[in-house]
């Protein structure tokens, strides 16, 4: 089945930690994303990659890292510096990053700060 | 101005009646609009996508476009307690660089009585 997988389903963290979000693809997609959904919000752009080795931030990559060493994979680490992490986290990916290309996306990773 | 804008609702609808779900955009450059349903808990899954000025119809949704007054809406016919979800907005937007992304209102959480 073609698809994305994103790991774990459920993080917990503590203060001062940092974690790394898994984001896998078999649909031999170019682009992928990072988001981030609160409650009662949209999707917030965080990092993007139109091919490996690439990436650009978007609108809230601060506290943020990414990778992006196969074309497959698209981690994201949720740094110390990231003041408030505790939100829900989606990965998506799309054929290329032209504007006719809609995204699909994972099935998320709900992180939680203690 | 938001980039995109949503009535958060929630629009409550009976069932078997058309639910119509609006949204407005502030970039006049945006040529791409897209439809996601977002069930609680879970990720957004393409409903529909549409490009040009006009209707779009597949099965029970319509897309509508209107470029002249940034204006795109969905209308669901025949409601069903299944389309119970969080209707998102999505435009391509040009950013900074020339890099095209997409950006999403906060969403319409509809409700379907029946």
């Known amino acids: 089945d073609g698809g994305i997988t994103q790991s774990p389903k459920y993080l917990f963290r503590k203060e001062g930690q940092n974690v790394t979000l898994s984001c896998e693809q078999n649909?031999?997609?170019?682009?992928m994303y990072w988001y981030r959904q609160d409650p009662g919000q949209g999707l917030r752009l965080i990092y993007y990659?139109?091919?490996?080795?690439?990436?650009q931030k978007g609108d809230i990559a601060e506290g943020y890292s990414v990778s992006r060493e196969k074309k497959e994979s698209f981690p994201l680490t949720v740094t110390s510096a990231q003041k408030n992490p505790t939100a829900f986290y989606l990965c998506?990916?799309?054929?290329?990053?032209?504007?006719?290309?809609?995204?699909?996306f994972g099935p998320g990773t709900r992180l939680t700060v203690l | 101005q938001k980039e995109v804008e949503q009535n958060s609702g929630p629009l409550s609808v009976p069932e078997g009646a058309i639910a119509s779900l609006n949204c407005t955009y502030s970039?006049?450059?945006?040529?791409?609009f897209f439809w996601y349903r977002q069930y609680s808990g879970k990720s957004p899954e393409l409903i529909m996508f549409?490009?040009?000025?006009g209707d779009k119809e597949d099965g029970r949704f319509t897309a509508q476009l209107n470029k002249a007054s940034q204006y795109v809406s969905l209308l669901i016919r025949d409601s069903q307690p299944s389309d119970s979800a969080t209707y998102l907005c999505?435009?391509?937007?040009?950013?900074?660089?020339?890099?095209?992304?997409?950006?999403f209102g906060t969403g319409t959480r509809l409700t379907i009585i029946p």
């Open positions: 998506a990916s799309s054929i290329s990053e032209d504007l006719y290309n809609e995204q699909f």
């Open positions: 649909l031999n997609h170019d682009a």
């Open positions: 990659s139109q091919i490996v080795n690439d990436f």
């Open positions: 970039d006049r450059g945006s040529q791409s």
């Open positions: 549409i490009y040009s000025n």
């Open positions: 999505a435009v391509n937007r040009e950013d900074n660089f020339g890099n095209e992304k997409l950006t």
